[in-house]
């Protein structure tokens, strides 16, 4: 046999093996429900310490422009699964049903021989499918003793959600799972969310700390349009004294508060943890009484507190799922994210929730691990958005990427390979009316700068400079010095609108949807 041909025999040979040994990476996804980048330690905002999330940064990479394509519950979570932004899935608002039966990535997975799970929050009606075992919180899911839906059976367990998020994964990783497989796991848990009920080991961490509110916190929204002055999202404003604050009696009018009820819900065992801890806490305010922007300040404090101490319990769960993976081996080959469905206003406009467009809503913390392919230490700074998930994960796992999927799977980007990728990005919200108050909207974001179109019962435009003012105070979309920028961001939106499908006839179909589905009483009420 000649030279040649035995050295291409050999290596084709090597080559074969290599495919055959060669098994396709498990994933497990982590999302939490509301998770502000702000309070991931990692991104360097010293509000608190996530040492486990930050593993996964240090044993990986960390994206420093994640985005969503419509920071809502709901429809991320919708979009996550179908790597299609909403006005292609059907999932636009919190109200609109998602049809499962649409392809999704667990689903692709799950084709081609991953065992698949799906624990926790996914907040979309119906039975989930793709998923060889699931185990979901009906709707928003509760905080204390939740339900579940598992395969079908409504079960009750006593304890807080967070925790019980993470043994039921530890459980479904140990004990349930095909271990022939490899394995996809979507690890989701409900908290942060509104109403930030903190696990009671956690009920006084931070009480020793007073925080500073964010530069903007007393913003009067003159910069901005009308669409911020009018939102019904300020924590010194429209937080409120039971849900939000846990005060049993309002402090000022002294009438009963809905947290009563909420307490309700909890054993006694429970209800005593949280009523030794607050009491003191809720006695002491009413006898400083503060007022003006003090109380202001208060506000922050209690909020941006609970909002924290959940997120501890989260950290905690993260790092016993890490350590499974390390003692079992499967580190090496399991691609670890970190995500939330969305950013979360941390006090910055004077708010919390989500929704707008404006950079901490629109923002989403990523953190991403791969010993195999994912150097330690890498930071990510391209556009990317929740939509690329979908797409990412069936490459790392050798599937063909469906045509009509329109995120980009991201692995030559975080693995350093590539450097080609999106200069922009397009975001859509429809919710409106409804709690908070966000009026509908779309826009486009390029990496300085962000245009967005308030429409419905206004017509307004706004643009930002986001290098002059990245905390968006100045709307420029009338500075004559932005003329041409604003051209040109006009006509990457139009770009946006063309590339992803979106146009005015949808919003209005939409709209035209959600008023009907008010009309008949179902979804959030004002
Ligand atoms: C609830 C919350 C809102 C929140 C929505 C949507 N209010 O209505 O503050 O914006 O959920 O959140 S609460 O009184 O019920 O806490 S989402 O993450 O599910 O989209
Ligand atoms: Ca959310």
């Known amino acids: 046999m000649n030279k040649l041909l035995k050295i291409l025999l050999i290596s084709s040979f090597i080559f074969s ?18 998770h502000a980048f702000q309070a991931v330690s990692a991104y360097g905002h010293k509000l608190n310490n996530t040492p486990n999330i930050d593993r996964i940064a240090e044993e990986g990479a960390i994206f420093n422009k994640g985005f969503v394509t419509n920071s809502i519950c709901a429809p991320s979570r919708a979009v996550m699964l179908t790597g299609k932004h909403s006005f292609v899935n059907g999932k ?68 807080h959600v967070t925790p019980i998020t993470t043994n039921m994964t530890l ?42 509110p964010p530069a903007n916190y007393f913003d009067d929204y003159e910069g901005m349009g009308t669409a911020a002055k009018e939102q019904e999202m300020q924590i010194d404003g429209h937080a409120v004294w039971g849900h939000d604050f846990k005060f049993l009696t309002n402090p000022i009018t002294g009438k009963k508060t809905n947290f009563n009820w909420e307490l309700k819900r909890l054993t006694d065992d429970q209800r005593e943890k949280w009523l030794s801890a607050y009491t003191p806490k809720n006695d002491a305010f009413r006898e400083s009484m503060p007022t003006g922007k003090d109380l202001g300040i208060w506000k922050f404090n209690r909020y941006i507190k609970d909002y924290l101490r959940t997120i501890q319990s989260i950290d905690d769960g993260v790092g016993e799922v890490l350590d499974y993976l390390d003692k079992n081996n499967l580190s090496e080959n399991t691609i670890v994210v970190y995500t939330s469905d969305q950013g ?73 390979k590539s450097s080609e990728w ?94 009907a589905s008010k009309k008949r009483g179902a979804g959030p009420k004002k």
Not at 22 to 27: G, Q, W
Not at 132 to 152: A, D, M, R
Not at 459 to 464: I, Q, V
């Open 17 to 34: 093996s290599c495919k055959e040994t060669h098994s396709p990476p498990n994933i497990v996804f982590i999302m939490s429900d509301d």
């Open 344 to 416: 979360f206003y941390l006090g910055e406009h004077g708010w919390f929730d989500k929704r707008f467009m404006y950079e901490e809503s629109l923002r989403t913390p990523i953190l991403m691990k791969y010993p195999k392919e994912i150097k330690k230490g890498t930071q990510v700074n391209q556009l990317i958005q929740n939509l690329d998930f979908a797409a990412t994960f069936l490459d790392y796992a050798g599937i063909e990427i469906p045509e009509d999927i329109q995120g980009k799977s991201f692995r030559n980007i975080v693995n350093n």
């Open 422 to 515: 999106r200069d922009a990005i397009y975001y859509t919200y429809y919710e409106y009316p409804s709690v908070h108050m966000v009026k509908r909207h779309y826009g486009v974001r390029t990496d300085r700068y962000k245009l967005m179109h308030f429409y419905y019962d206004i017509d307004e435009w706004e643009m930002y400079d986001l290098k002059e003012d990245p905390s968006e105070m100045m709307n420029v979309y009338d500075n004559p010095e932005y003329s041409e920028i604003k051209e040109m961001m006009h006509m990457r939106l139009v770009e946006m609108r063309d590339k992803y499908g979106d146009t005015d006839e949808l919003n209005k179909m939409h709209l035209e949807r959600y008023l």
């Open 92 to 159: 636009v608002d919190n109200v609109q049903p998602f049809n499962w039966d649409q392809p999704n990535f667990a689903k692709n997975l799950q084709n081609a021989g991953y065992e698949t799970a799906l624990i926790g929050k996914i907040h979309l009606k119906g039975e989930p499918q793709g998923f060889n075992h699931w185990s979901v919180l009906p709707g928003q899911g509760h905080y204390y003793n939740p339900k579940f839906i598992e395969n079908g059976d409504t079960i009750q367990i006593e304890g």
């Open 171 to 212: 459980d479904w990783l140990d004990n349930k799972r095909d271990k022939d497989k490899p394995f996809l796991l979507l690890y989701h848990q409900k908290a942060p969310h509104r109403n930030w009920m903190t696990e009671e080991k956690y009920l006084t961490l931070f009480d020793d700390k007073t925080f500073d």
